[in-house]
């Protein structure tokens, strides 16, 4: 069987409020979407209209929770994560904001969006494992994730955030 493979891109936003703490933005899916309930950062599939996926990555950042191309500042485009499941390859791109005063929520696409803290998310009480099972899969295994109030932060978008926190933290890029 052939390894076809999604072509997608996510912004992760963050910024620093005026008390210097650092604010991370992600979004629930709807549900009945596809990724339906789970956390995310704003992104999804190229399009033909993309000319690559940074501009896939601001797209869907405008189209999804209304943050202007203008205010973003994209920092570094980190590692791809590759969904199994899905069989997305997601390119992440780190970005710096300008919050926008009234967010956007696309609500066919969008839930709800998220602010927050990274030194919250990254207290060791955040942090839990669970074993889950999909179809897809072989079979059951221990998946880690973060707690973000009744909410589990886990899969890719977990891989994403867990390769920076530590580094978002101690200052590796200016916000």
Not at 115 to 125: A, T
Not at 138 to 166: D, E, K, V
Request: aromatic residues 8%; hydrophobic residues 40%.
């Amino acid at each position: 069987m052939k390894d076809v493979r999604i072509k997608a891109a996510v912004l992760v936003p963050v910024y620093r409020k005026l008390n210097n703490e650092l604010i991370l933005i992600l979004v629930r899916r709807t549900e009945g979407e596809i990724h339906g309930g789970q956390i995310a950062f704003p992104g999804g599939k190229m399009s033909s209209c993309d000319k690559s996926l940074r501009d896939t990555a601001l797209r869907e950042a405008e189209e999804e929770i209304g943050l202007p191309i203008s205010n973003i500042e994209i920092l570094e485009q980190l590692p791809n994560v590759y969904t199994q499941t899905s069989r997305f390859d997601i390119t992440p791109f780190l970005a710096k904001i300008n919050r926008p005063l009234k967010w956007k929520i696309a609500e066919r696409e969008i839930a709800e969006i998220m602010e927050i803290s990274v030194n919250e998310l990254l207290k060791p009480e955040a942090h839990g494992e669970e074993i889950k099972s999909f179809p897809a899969w072989p079979g059951p295994r221990t998946i880690p994730f973060y707690r973000i109030g009744r909410h589990q932060l886990w899969g890719a978008t977990y891989r994403i955030l867990n390769s920076i926190a530590n580094e978002l933290l101690a200052g590796k890029w200016k916000f």
